[in-house]
């Protein structure tokens, strides 16, 4: 779909500013602006853009299973994702007042459960094809797959999936 994409510089601040805050009163990024609708919160927004733009529902399955594991991983993207990945990673840009080692740890779990996971199911978190569920925690994979000071295994079904992420959105 055709987008305009307006940069926000987290550094400088610019979340925090009245202008931003008036889309976000929590101050987080991102925010989209779809016919007239504003909506923040990325898990919000895969899910609205599913419904709204996906007649077929394939990126977001209208089966209670199918809806339930998307659900699933939705939770894990703001949960260990985040504690995980995302604060070693605001750790290591802005110096945030994280606890490096709980988000390694965290990021570990959440990598070996990823890898169980696809090792039983296959290469999609649910289902046979990509979801919105591979676009929450693979849109943020491309990051933390990168984060410092995290060692862990080497996690063949979980570099396949990212893989597949990856040509899927082609970066």
């Known amino acids: ?8 510089e987290l ?3 610019e979340h925090k500013t009245p202008a931003f805050l008036s889309l976000n009163r929590f101050g987080q990024v991102p925010v989209i602006e779809d016919r007239g609708y504003i909506l923040a919160d990325s898990n919000a ?12 529902r394939r990126w977001y399955p209208n089966d209670s299973v199918g809806a339930a594991s998307v659900q699933r991983w939705l939770s894990a993207a703001a949960g260990p994702l985040l504690t995980g990945p995302a604060h070693a990673r605001l750790v290591g840009i802005f110096n945030a007042k994280h606890d490096l080692g709980r988000a390694h740890a965290i990021a570990r779990e959440l990598f070996d459960v990823m890898e169980d996971h696809l ?16 676009i929450a925690l693979g849109a943020y994979a491309r990051r933390w797959f990168g ?4 060692t862990r295994p080497r996690l ?16």
């Open 11 to 13: 550094g400088k601040g």
């Open 1 to 8: 779909m055709p987008f305009e994409r307006i940069e926000v």
């Open 119 to 134: 090792a039983q199911k296959g290469g999609h978190l649910v289902g046979r094809h990509h979801t919105i569920a591979d």
């Open 156 to 171: 063949p079904h979980l570099e396949r999936w990212f893989a597949q992420f990856l040509s899927l959105i082609h970066i």
């Open 147 to 150: 984060v410092e000071g995290i």
């Open 45 to 56: 927004i895969l899910v609205y853009l599913a419904i709204a733009y996906d007649p077929e």
